[in-house]
């Protein structure tokens, strides 16, 4: 079994003098290729274990290890380099920057990987608007677009530099189920076709049961 990324003892802590013990004692595997999701109430630290798999966020004790790697031997710089090339990431909020228009926020990851956007880049950009369905919007600004298509426009954004791993935190939170079904059936299209492995956050039990594996959170442990 081939694991692109695992977690061995992660403990989570937030505060200093009041303690909030988030996750704890967490151990999970993740199979490279694997088409996942994380369930779990409202505050029940989906999003700090999406962070900490993805290097956005550090444990407080504990192991975790990207592509057989642990990140402690990685440095700062390489994390944030690793983070870029490899992992697609779809907050939940979605962050693109409302000024720019679609094709600009979709080129953002690749832009600050080579600085300079040549066509192919551009090329790239819109066949990913394409796929998620707005090839129309490219050139609209961000704050032009409704919640839903600046959400597709960031799936769009994370695909871009060809990730590995994408980590989706809520993707389909503001859609409704048919938007919601579309953009589960992009995820399952880009899984079959590049073998990405994929981590999605939901509260949808529709969507998490269509997934291959569902991991719970609940009292900071994990189950699956
Ligand atoms: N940066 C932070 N500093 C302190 N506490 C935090 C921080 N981030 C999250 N928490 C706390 O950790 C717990 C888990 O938060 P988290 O955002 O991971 O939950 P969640 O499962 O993603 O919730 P939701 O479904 O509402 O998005 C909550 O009690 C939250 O208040
Ligand atoms: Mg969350």
Same mark, same amino acid.
């Given at each position: 079994? $081939?694991?692109?990324?695992?977690? +061995?003892?992660?403990?989570?802590?937030?505060?200093?003098? /009041?303690?909030?013990?988030?996750?704890? +004692? /967490? @151990? !999970?595997?993740? +199979?490279?290729?694997?088409?996942?999701?994380?369930?779990?109430?409202?505050?029940?630290?989906?999003?700090?274990?999406?962070?900490?798999?993805?290097?956005?966020?550090?444990?407080?004790?504990?192991?975790?290890? #990207?592509?057989?790697?642990?990140?402690?031997?990685?440095?700062?710089?390489? *994390?944030?380099?690793? *983070? @870029?090339?490899?992992?697609?990431?779809?907050?939940?909020?979605?962050?693109?920057?409302?000024?720019?228009?679609?094709?600009?926020?979709?080129?953002?990851?690749? *832009?600050?990987?080579?600085?300079?956007?040549? *066509?192919?880049?551009?090329?790239?950009?819109? +066949?990913?608007?394409?796929?998620?369905?707005?090839?129309?919007?490219?050139?609209?600004?961000?704050? $032009?677009?409704?919640?839903?298509?600046?959400?597709? #426009?960031?799936?769009?954004?994370?695909?871009?530099?060809?990730?590995?791993?994408?980590?989706?935190?809520?993707?389909?939170?503001?859609?409704?189920?048919?938007?919601?079904?579309?953009?589960?059936?992009?995820?399952?299209?880009?899984? $079959?076709?590049?073998?990405?492995?994929?981590? !999605? /956050?939901?509260?949808? /039990? @529709?969507?998490?049961?269509?997934? $291959?594996?569902?991991?719970?959170?609940?009292?900071?442990?994990?189950?699956?």
């Amino acid at each position: 079994m $081939d694991n692109i990324i695992q977690l +061995e003892n992660v403990n989570k802590i937030y505060g200093r003098r /009041v303690k909030n013990k988030v996750l704890s +004692e /967490v @151990n !999970i595997s993740v +199979e490279k290729g694997s088409f996942n999701s994380i369930i779990g109430a409202s505050g029940s630290g989906k999003t700090t274990l999406l962070n900490i798999m993805g290097m956005l966020d550090k444990p407080t004790t504990g192991e975790v290890y #990207i592509q057989g790697k642990s990140i402690k031997s990685i440095g700062r710089n390489s *994390r944030a380099a690793v *983070r @870029n090339k490899s992992i697609g990431f779809v907050f939940q909020f979605h962050y693109l920057l409302p000024e720019f228009n679609a094709i600009q926020n979709v080129l953002m990851p690749y *832009r600050i990987k080579h600085f300079f956007c040549g *066509r192919s880049a551009k090329r790239k950009a819109e +066949e990913l608007l394409e796929l998620v369905g707005l090839s129309e919007c490219k050139k609209k600004k961000v704050y $032009d677009l409704s919640g839903g298509q600046q959400q597709r #426009i960031a799936i769009a954004r994370a695909l871009m530099n060809d990730p590995s791993i994408v980590l989706a935190d809520e993707p389909t939170g503001n859609l409704d189920s048919t938007n919601a079904e579309s953009i589960y059936k992009l995820f399952r299209q880009i899984n $079959d076709k590049f073998s990405t492995t994929f981590i !999605i /956050v939901t509260h949808d /039990v @529709n969507i998490a049961n269509k997934t $291959d594996r569902i991991i719970q959170i609940k009292d900071g442990q994990v189950r699956d």
